[in-house]
């Protein structure tokens, strides 16, 4: 023992530099005493003190007397004027004038105070190196409280040592600080004012004290400890739309429409203003969205909850992504599924179809927009095609209004019209609910109408329609086919083929129509025709409008026999005309005569048709004549009846033009091949000819020009007997000497075309042809 040479101690002029500001950390304990310390310019001890940055509990960084380096936040070392040992953390050893940042390491470490006494801590940390640089602004989110919204950084501001932040805009202030227990907190004004942040709470905290870590970079907890993955606290701002636009077709209408986004924060949340400036959407002091008028908001500078119509508190979710809104009511706050924020006006519908009933069908039709065009600023549309102009316009008293052209006379600047809604609180016509609508009267109050409705979605619209009426007006029967025109807001058929024009048509009473040139020279501005529906339509297509009428001698009458349906009917291809002396085939060609189809003669040197007349006779003809009374020549085969849309095979009698005028026939038409002999003998006139002659057998199923043909019975590859456009023909495949053939001769015991004498065909070796 004695004295010992140390050649590290040495004497100054000049003190060494003390660090401007000190970074503590303390994961294990003690980690309260984290943060930024400042240095001050007291001295402890005869070397730098340093205090703890911002607002919250005082805690300094100070040499006691035993020469090593102290953190404490208790207010006892203040008293004692640093002349103790006392603190939460400690140098492993005396400093002997080391700075606080030089000692780290197991020799140089730092300690920390425990029920055992002083244990080194090798994850203390005190530097000079900064925190990591906090962010200028953080976004909290969390459902169902109102301790959200963007938090902006106070520059040169600390609570507890740590970055402070306070909830942007105006309204009810709210702070996120470190608190005095190391941990991050989310509290109102009772922690600045009150506890002047020397505290712990708050509505929201992070789990564990934070240790440097940033708001953003620890998990958090509701109040009361739950964890909750619905908080989050981030540096990502939302974007927030230019414009909010709100639809209340229930209640609160006048405070629908479009409201934009103002510079001004309100709770850490944007604002928005109304077009009129007179409405404010804003974040109420219970963390609610508020519509609310301008006056009763800015008078108590937005720390306020007060509007007409209101969301749960929200926890960050902007107003175009609340599900559910309240209506404020004389019964108190209603939920209301109506209510709903959109980041834009409705995209008007381009066409809207009204159905109405009740003696507002003439009302109903297609409405098409009229693009570039407003009435108060909201949509126009007008009732699509000829006939009567009708409007579907937004009224000055805030209600969707149907008129005619006086409304557009004035301007669109009144409240006219034969139907109106509620107020419609910016919502489209499509999008109010069943029983918004009601009739106008000239005077007094409307009267409630449910069954009006503006749709969105067209009617399907069939291509063609087909119209059966057998028990009068027969003419008016056939195919129709949609026209690219409208009338009186409903689509237009045009009857199909040559002949008399037929149009079906919704005229201005709101019936369907059947007439001719006539309503199309007054452009379907009119009632005209002898077939309508027996009600109004109000929007059903004619094959849905059910009863019908027609007007015949007498006058109207309705008529439970007229059908309209939907697409064409079926034709059947082939028709079989059977007489008393022969029988024919007609065939379905691609054309139409007074919205019929046609079929002709398939037979060679037959130049015959088959047709409906304009009054409405199935006619078998060598000309088409437009009537029966137009001078049909002799022999002229006609249905007994008018058609009335019937097919020929399913007319029961028909009659025949002689000389002594229209005689009953006893004449068939049918849809299958006539009735034919199973079994024919052919002969050959001289004898012989064993290859030709016995029976021929009819083939089952089998068809040559649409008749059945019959094969030799002796052979499978034998002659066959078959119909042709030119005739009947016998043919071989067996070669035969031509100047030899014979005459053949065909029978059975039943009467039929195909039986006579076949000669044979100059030219076509082993062929015969029936004379």
């Given at each position: 023992?004695?004295?010992?040479?140390?050649?590290?101690?040495?004497?100054?002029?000049?003190?060494?530099?003390?660090?401007?500001?000190?970074?503590?950390?303390?994961?294990?304990?003690?980690?309260?005493?984290?943060?930024?310390?400042?240095?001050?310019?007291?001295?402890?001890?005869?070397?730098?003190?340093?205090?703890?940055?911002?607002?919250?509990?005082?805690?300094?960084?100070?040499?006691?007397?035993?020469?090593?380096?102290?953190?404490?936040?208790?207010?006892?070392?203040?008293?004692?004027?640093?002349?103790?040992?006392?603190?939460?953390?400690?140098?492993?050893?005396?400093?002997?004038?080391?700075?606080?940042?030089?000692?780290?390491?197991?020799?140089?470490?730092?300690?920390?105070?425990?029920?055992?006494?002083?244990?080194?801590?090798?994850?203390?940390?005190?530097?000079?190196?900064?925190?990591?640089?906090?962010?200028?602004?953080?976004?909290?989110?969390?459902?169902?409280?109102?301790?959200?919204?963007?938090?902006?950084?106070?520059?040169?501001?600390?609570?507890?040592?740590?970055?402070?932040?306070?909830?942007?805009?105006?309204?009810?202030?709210?702070?996120?600080?470190?608190?005095?227990?190391?941990?991050?907190?989310?509290?109102?004004?009772?922690?600045?004012?009150?506890?002047?942040?020397?505290?712990?709470?708050?509505?929201?905290?992070?789990?564990?004290?934070?240790?440097?870590?940033?708001?953003?970079?620890?998990?958090?907890?509701?109040?009361?400890?739950?964890?909750?993955?619905?908080?989050?606290v981030t540096t990502k701002l939302p974007a927030v739309p230019e414009v909010m636009y709100l639809i209340s077709p229930n209640g609160q209408q006048r405070k629908a429409g479009t409201y934009q986004l103002v510079d001004t924060l309100c709770h850490g949340y944007p604002v928005w203003?109304?077009?009129?400036?007179?409405?404010?959407?804003?974040?109420?002091?219970?963390?609610?969205?508020?519509?609310?008028?301008?006056?009763?908001?800015?008078?108590?500078?937005?720390?306020?909850?007060?509007?007409?119509?209101?969301?749960?508190?929200?926890?960050?979710?902007?107003?175009?992504?609340?599900?559910?809104?309240?209506?404020?009511?004389?019964?108190?706050?209603?939920?209301?599924?109506?209510?709903?924020?959109?980041?834009?006006?409705?995209?008007?519908?381009?066409?809207?179809?009204?159905?109405?009933?009740?003696?507002?069908?003439?009302?109903?039709?297609?409405?098409?927009?009229?693009?570039?065009?407003?009435?108060?600023?909201?949509?126009?549309?007008?009732?699509?095609?000829?006939?009567?102009?009708?409007?579907?316009?937004?009224?000055?008293?805030?209600?969707?209004?149907?008129?005619?052209?006086?409304?557009?006379?004035?301007?669109?600047?009144?409240?006219?019209?034969?139907?109106?809604?509620?107020?419609?609180?910016?919502?489209?016509?499509?999008?109010?609910?069943?029983?918004?609508?009601?009739?106008?009267?000239?005077?007094?109050?409307?009267?409630?109408?449910?069954?009006?409705?503006?749709?969105?979605?067209?009617?399907?619209?069939?291509?063609?329609?087909?119209?059966?009426?057998?028990?009068?007006?027969?003419?008016?029967?056939?195919?129709?086919?949609?026209?690219?025109?409208?009338?009186?807001?409903?689509?237009?058929?045009?009857?199909?083929?040559?002949?008399?024009?037929?149009?079906?048509?919704?005229?201005?009473?709101?019936?369907?129509?059947?007439?001719?040139?006539?309503?199309?020279?007054?452009?379907?501005?009119?009632?005209?025709?002898?077939?309508?529906?027996?009600?109004?339509?109000?929007?059903?297509?004619?094959?849905?409008?059910?009863?019908?009428?027609?007007?015949?001698?007498?006058?109207?009458?309705?008529?439970?026999?007229?059908?309209?349906?939907?697409?064409?009917?079926?034709?059947?291809?082939?028709?079989?005309?059977?007489?008393?002396?022969?029988?024919?085939?007609?065939?379905?060609?691609?054309?139409?005569?007074?919205?019929q189809p046609l079929w002709k003669c398939s037979e060679t040197g037959k130049e015959s048709w088959l047709y409906s007349t304009t009054d409405g006779f199935w006619c078998l003809s060598k000309k088409d004549y437009p009537t029966l009374g137009s001078g049909c020549s002799l022999g002229?085969?006609?249905?007994?009846?008018?058609?009335?849309?019937?097919?020929?095979?399913?007319?029961?009698?028909?009659?025949?033009?002689?000389?002594?005028?229209?005689?009953?026939?006893?004449?068939?038409?049918?849809?299958?091949?006539?009735?034919?002999?199973?079994?024919?003998?052919?002969?050959?006139?001289?004898?012989?000819?064993?290859?030709?002659?016995?029976?021929?057998?009819?083939?089952?199923?089998?068809?040559?020009?649409?008749?059945?043909?019959?094969?030799?019975?002796?052979?499978?590859?034998?002659?066959?007997?078959?119909?042709?456009?030119?005739?009947?023909?016998?043919?071989?495949?067996?070669?035969?000497?031509?100047?030899?053939?014979?005459?053949?001769?065909?029978?059975?015991?039943?009467?039929?075309?195909?039986?006579?004498?076949?000669?044979?065909?100059?030219?076509?070796?082993?062929?015969?042809?029936?004379?």
């Amino acid at each position: 023992y004695g004295w010992n040479k140390d050649l590290q101690i040495s004497f100054s002029i000049y003190p060494p530099p003390a660090p401007e500001r000190l970074y503590i950390t303390s994961p294990n304990g003690f980690q309260k005493l984290s943060g930024e310390y400042q240095l001050s310019t007291s001295h402890a001890n005869g070397h730098p003190l340093w205090q703890r940055a911002g607002w919250g509990e005082e805690a300094y960084l100070y040499s006691g007397r035993s020469g090593k380096w102290y953190v404490v936040c208790k207010q006892l070392v203040v008293q004692r004027n640093f002349e103790c040992n006392l603190g939460g953390l400690v140098s492993s050893h005396p400093h002997a004038g080391l700075p606080p940042d030089a000692f780290s390491g197991s020799h140089r470490g730092w300690g920390i105070r425990s029920q055992c006494g002083w244990e080194q801590d090798e994850d203390i940390r005190i530097g000079t190196h900064p925190f990591e640089a906090p962010s200028a602004s953080l976004w909290v989110t969390s459902r169902g409280l109102k301790a959200t919204g963007r938090f902006d950084l106070l520059e040169g501001q600390f609570a507890n040592g740590f970055p402070l932040w306070r909830r942007a805009g105006l309204g009810a202030a709210m702070w996120l600080f470190s608190g005095n227990k190391g941990k991050w907190c989310i509290s109102d004004h009772t922690a600045a004012e009150q506890y002047k942040f020397r505290c712990n709470s708050g509505f929201m905290l992070s789990e564990a004290a934070h240790v440097g870590l940033l708001p953003e970079q620890v998990p958090w907890s509701q109040e009361g400890g739950s964890s909750s993955s619905a908080v989050s606290v981030t540096t990502k701002l939302p974007a927030v739309p230019e414009v909010m636009y709100l639809i209340s077709p229930n209640g609160q209408q006048r405070k629908a429409g479009t409201y934009q986004l103002v510079d001004t924060l309100c709770h850490g949340y944007p604002v928005w203003k109304s077009s009129d400036g007179k409405r404010l959407l804003y974040t109420g002091n219970d963390g609610r969205w508020y519509f609310g008028g301008i006056n009763e908001v800015t008078v108590s500078d937005f720390n306020c909850a007060s509007g007409v119509v209101c969301s749960d508190p929200h926890g960050g979710v902007l107003p175009h992504e609340i599900g559910c809104w309240q209506l404020w009511s004389e019964e108190g706050w209603l939920l209301d599924e109506g209510i709903s924020v959109w980041l834009s006006a409705p995209k008007a519908q381009r066409q809207l179809y009204l159905v109405c009933r009740n003696g507002s069908e003439r009302l109903a039709g297609m409405y098409a927009l009229l693009e570039g065009q407003s009435a108060n600023s909201l949509p126009l549309w007008k009732r699509e095609g000829l006939g009567e102009d009708l409007y579907l316009y937004s009224g000055s008293d805030g209600k969707w209004h149907v008129g005619d052209e006086e409304v557009a006379r004035k301007g669109f600047d009144c409240d006219l019209g034969s139907l109106c809604s509620c107020l419609h609180g910016a919502a489209m016509p499509n999008m109010l609910p069943s029983g918004a609508w009601e009739r106008c009267r000239a005077h007094g109050r409307g009267v409630p109408d449910s069954s009006v409705a503006f749709m969105g979605r067209l009617p399907e619209y069939p291509v063609e329609i087909s119209i059966l009426s057998p028990a009068g007006q027969q003419k008016v029967a056939g195919r129709y086919l949609l026209q690219n025109c409208w009338a009186n807001g409903q689509p237009i058929w045009k009857r199909m083929g040559h002949g008399e024009e037929l149009w079906m048509y919704s005229g201005t009473s709101g019936y369907w129509h059947v007439a001719g040139v006539k309503a199309v020279q007054k452009s379907f501005c009119c009632t005209l025709g002898n077939l309508a529906t027996a009600e109004a339509h109000g929007g059903l297509l004619p094959f849905q409008a059910g009863q019908w009428q027609l007007r015949d001698a007498d006058g109207w009458r309705d008529d439970g026999e007229v059908k309209v349906l939907r697409g064409p009917l079926s034709f059947p291809p082939v028709l079989y005309l059977v007489t008393e002396h022969s029988d024919a085939i007609y065939e379905l060609v691609a054309e139409f005569l007074n919205g019929q189809p046609l079929w002709k003669c398939s037979e060679t040197g037959k130049e015959s048709w088959l047709y409906s007349t304009t009054d409405g006779f199935w006619c078998l003809s060598k000309k088409d004549y437009p009537t029966l009374g137009s001078g049909c020549s002799l022999g002229t085969l006609a249905s007994l009846q008018p058609h009335g849309g019937s097919m020929p095979h399913l007319c029961e009698a028909w009659q025949v033009r002689s000389s002594s005028g229209w005689e009953t026939s006893g004449a068939l038409l049918q849809t299958n091949p006539p009735e034919s002999p199973s079994v024919l003998h052919v002969e050959a006139v001289g004898g012989g000819w064993e290859a030709l002659v016995g029976k021929y057998w009819r083939l089952t199923g089998e068809l040559i020009h649409h008749r059945h043909l019959w094969r030799q019975a002796s052979s499978k590859e034998g002659p066959i007997l078959f119909s042709t456009p030119d005739g009947w023909l016998l043919q071989t495949s067996n070669p035969l000497d031509e100047s030899t053939l014979p005459q053949l001769q065909v029978t059975a015991l039943q009467r039929a075309d195909m039986l006579g004498t076949y000669q044979p065909v100059p030219g076509k070796r082993g062929c015969w042809k029936l004379q």
